[in-house]
């Protein structure tokens, strides 16, 4: 029998049937999205990590994606959503989780991922890391390209790239730097 999540977690989630997705998730986007609600229907228990990446400027603070990240997934059965900083193999196992979760859009995110698969898996071998190839129709959306379309406003309608929730607090954002 597999071990149970205890740390962090609930204690009745087997941690080969618990999930952690990571990301800065600035902001989330339908990809994001549709790879948690893909994933959900896999894992019983799906923890979606927001980070810190020190080496990147966040439009929005961490307290603000984690409320985004709620509201876009209060509906998904099974999804927690949680903040957290430093590396997300940390994260993992401090969740006792036994997934890690990513999602891959290009050839190139799949020979990143890899090498992070890679490393994770010598910082933690009792993890095992999941790709979930990005749907056909989000394959091409990222949030810094959401970030730039949103900074040039133009009218453009953000609905097609984000979940509604965040449409009206990420044109905020820009409105506010104006």
Known sequence: MPASSTKGGRRDVPANQTAVFTGTFDPITLGHLDVI?????????LIVGVGSNPDKSSLFTPDERVTLIRA?????????????????VDF???????????????VADMDYELTM???????????ETFFVPASESFSHISSTLIRQIARQGGGHDLSQFVPAAVVAPLLAKFRMKA
């Open 92 to 106: 993992v196992r401090a969740t006792g989780a036994g997934v890690i979760l990513r999602g891959v859009r290009t």
């Open 72 to 88: 876009c997934t209060r509906e998904i059965r099974g999804v927690e959503v949680q903040s957290f900083e430093g590396l997300a």
């Open 117 to 127: 698969a890679r490393t994770n898996r010598v910082l933690e071998p009792t993890a």
């Open 37 to 45: 609600r893909r994933a959900a229907t896999i894992f019983r228990r």
